[in-house]
């Protein structure tokens, strides 16, 4: 195995451990900052060892215990807790009789465990913004260019954000765990949100050569699941379960055999899976019992359950999903639920319509580098029959995206429209 293939495996490995890792040792330590720390330490040893050595049988595994000694070596340094460190030592002695089996080494119940992670990063003596920051940072892995575009704020905001919360977790001395009661309600917004852009980032890649990241979206709903067993009587609990499921049941359909994507209106609907879209419906009726048919997310999920009802593109019901990105709108002022809207508005009204609405928005800030505004504004084009233009704005949409299926897909479009290229 070449140093880049190996390489490879290491970084692909370590997008699927890192999470778990974390939750480990945060448990082991009750740091959560030093815990993310020592895992990335882990990595490193990783990155050193393995293109010598040869990639290990069970990668996960590897990490697991590298990163398991570090934080015994850290316990051992600072003389704390002398008997939870002979019972780890045991332990870790046990482990290395035999090849261990990684998914078994960790909490059987890992959502938990990611929960309270989370909830640990997602405490009130952080700003909201800082939470959601730093749970990214950690759960997803997500690096600090990705996240600023996750929130469409500069760079250096985010950094200072990320540093600011973990000096503060760091001195405060916090208790590791799943609160209830009023502590419950104080973070449970913050939670549902990091769950929400977890999920978010595994059915759209921020960046790598994957379209998808199934695994951050079978994460988020676990946990999501979870969730509604911690907070039953909490419509936005239900309204994002039902948003995931309804999304994730499009995922078999939304890659062709080579992983590249495939549009919602060329999709194969009856690769959609029937049992998440039923769960989906009833978790959105459930949020509207509860009074949250208005909520945040359960007004996605209204969108999402347009699509997941439609047996046929040509069935779906875009004034009605135009509707509700206008009342999303209302709740929330976001220039990517208007670029959504201006994408229903084109479907219901006509390109020409929507086009309206995307130059309407198309000087914001916080679009400066954001890809779908050019790719949407390049669709309504071609369909406007300026074609020149819509070269353009899929060749800007090509420039500006992270993601190199997206980028792929966006310089299939540009070449289907006479030019060369990229």
């Not at 035999?98 to 909830?119: K, Q, T």
């Not at 800082?130 to 600023?148: D, K, N, Q």
């Not at 994957?210 to 999501?224: S, T, V, Y």
């Not at 990517?336 to 219901?348: F, K, P, S, T």
Request: contains cysteine; aromatic residues 4%.
């Amino acid at each position: 195995m070449t140093t880049a293939e190996t390489d490879r495996v290491i970084r692909a490995t370590w997008r699927v451990v890192q999470p778990r890792l974390i939750a480990t040792l945060s448990r082991m330590l009750r740091d959560v900052p030093l815990a993310e720390e020592l895992t990335q330490d882990a990595l490193v040893a990783a990155l050193e060892a393995w293109p010598a050595a040869g990639v290990p049988e069970n990668p996960g595994a590897w990490l697991l215990t590298t990163a398991r000694r570090r934080a015994l070596d850290h316990l051992r340094r600072r003389k704390k807790l002398a008997h939870k460190h002979d019972m780890l030592a045991r332990d870790l002695m046990l482990e290395q009789e035999a090849v261990p089996d990684f998914d078994a080494a960790l909490d059987d119940d890992i959502g938990d465990e990611l929960l309270r992670l989370i909830f640990t990063a997602c405490h009130p003596i952080l700003s909201r913004d800082a939470r959601s920051a730093l749970a990214l940072r950690m759960i997803c892995g997500l690096t600090t260019p990705e996240i600023a575009r996750a929130y469409l704020v500069p760079e250096a905001t985010i950094s200072q954000r990320i540093v600011r919360a973990k000096r503060t977790l760091s001195a405060s001395g916090l208790a590791y765990e799943t609160p209830s009661g009023e502590a419950l309600s104080d973070r449970l917004a913050s939670v549902l949100e990091v769950v929400y852009l977890i999920f978010n980032e595994g059915h759209l890649a921020a960046r790598g050569e994957e379209w998808l990241r199934p695994q951050l979206c079978d994460e988020a709903l676990r946990m999501g699941r979870v969730l509604v067993g911690i907070a039953p009587q909490e419509p936005e609990v239900h309204g994002l379960i039902a948003l995931m499921e309804l999304n994730a049941s499009r995922i078999r359909a939304r890659t062709d055999a080579n992983g590249d994507p495939i549009l919602l209106m060329d999709q194969d609907r009856a690769l959609w899976d029937q049992l998440q879209i039923r769960r989906g419906l009833r978790s959105l009726e459930r949020a509207g019992e509860l009074g949250g048919a208005r909520g945040f997310y359960a007004l996605q999920a209204a969108i999402a359950a347009c699509h997941a009802t439609a047996d046929f593109a040509a069935h779906t019901d875009w004034r009605r999903i135009a509707q509700l990105y206008a009342e999303l709108a209302r709740l929330v002022r976001s220039p990517v639920i208007e670029l959504n809207r201006a994408v229903a508005v084109g479907m219901a009204e006509g390109p020409q319509a929507g086009l309206d609405v995307v130059d309407a928005i198309a000087g914001e800030p916080a679009l400066t580098a954001y890809p779908h505004l050019p790719a949407v504004r390049g669709d309504l084009l071609q369909k406007l029959g300026r074609l020149a233009e819509a070269r353009l704005a899929f060749e800007a949409a090509a420039q500006l995206t992270t993601n190199g299926r997206e980028r792929a897909l966006m310089k299939r479009r540009v070449a289907a429209l006479g030019g060369e290229r990229l």
